[in-house]
């Protein structure tokens, strides 16, 4: 069965430091990664998605993600935070076989000035 | 811009009425999808539609029914609300997804309070 977990419930970081969200995911076959972002009393938008091709993935807002196969991971880093970036986000997954997106329980991101 | 519209921001209802949400997407998306938001527990899938009239169950779907009846179009019904679906429901629409690593798009919500 399909799975993702993020570890970390919430995650804080200073200002102008760099940050990573961390997401661990369980499939058969190939996956296909996603993260999206929530805003408070928002929906969700989406950041980026790894399919196939570069394992760095470059997204919006200035964030990017590693896929690391070896290890299921994809997390989400950004070099340098911003206090507008506190918000809470989302890892998902779906693979070639199913139509379906698995989410993560999401982690809340804390950026301090 | 894809664009998923759900026309009631926050709605307060009475244990046992019948509640509507209504969702409408801009983008001719084949997929349409009405999530689940519950502190702790993440996004559950509710129902989704591959296509007009075509429905299946997601993983919560009891209490629920869906109505498709224009592609654009999604409707998460609430035959008779109950307390425990006091939530934050999310309508999201998308291109096919098996085997193609499309994104689903999100609106912006619905925060329903059962009274």
């Known amino acids: 069965a399909q799975s993702v977990a993020q570890p970390e419930d919430q995650v804080k970081v200073a200002e102008g430091n760099p940050l990573t969200v961390k997401c661990t995911y369980s499939?058969?076959?190939?996956?296909?990664l996603f993260w999206y972002v929530q805003y408070p009393n928002r929906g969700l938008q989406f950041l980026l998605k790894?399919?196939?091709?570069?394992?760095l993935v470059k997204g919006s807002y200035g964030f990017e993600a590693e896929f690391n196969k070896s290890q299921t991971s994809f997390h989400l880093k950004k070099p340098s935070a911003l206090v507008s970036d506190s918000a809470l986000y989302f890892c998902?997954?779906?693979?070639?076989?199913?139509?379906?997106?698995?989410f993560g329980q999401g982690t809340t991101l804390q950026v301090k000035p | 811009d894809v664009k998923v519209t759900q026309s009631s921001r926050y709605l307060v209802k009475r244990t046992g009425e019948k509640v509507f949400l209504e969702c409408v997407q801009d983008?001719?998306?084949?997929?349409m999808f009405w999530y689940r938001q519950d502190p702790g527990l993440g996004l559950r899938l509710i129902y989704f539609?591959?296509?007009?009239?075509?429905?299946e169950k997601g993983d919560i779907p009891e209490g629920y029914s869906v109505s498709r009846e224009k592609k654009e179009r999604f409707s998460l019904i609430l035959e008779s609300a109950s307390t425990n679906q006091t939530s934050m429901y999310l309508c999201?629409?998308?291109?096919?997804?098996?085997?193609?690593?499309?994104?689903?798009?999100f609106g912006e919500g619905s925060w329903l309070t059962v009274v």
């Open positions: 999201a629409s998308s291109p096919p997804l098996r085997g193609t690593g499309n994104t689903i798009y």
């Open positions: 499939v058969s076959g190939n996956p296909y």
């Open positions: 790894y399919i196939t091709g570069d394992n």
């Open positions: 998902a997954v779906s693979t070639s076989n199913t139509g379906k997106l698995i």
């Open positions: 983008m001719d998306h084949e997929n």
């Open positions: 539609s591959y296509d007009v009239k075509m429905k």
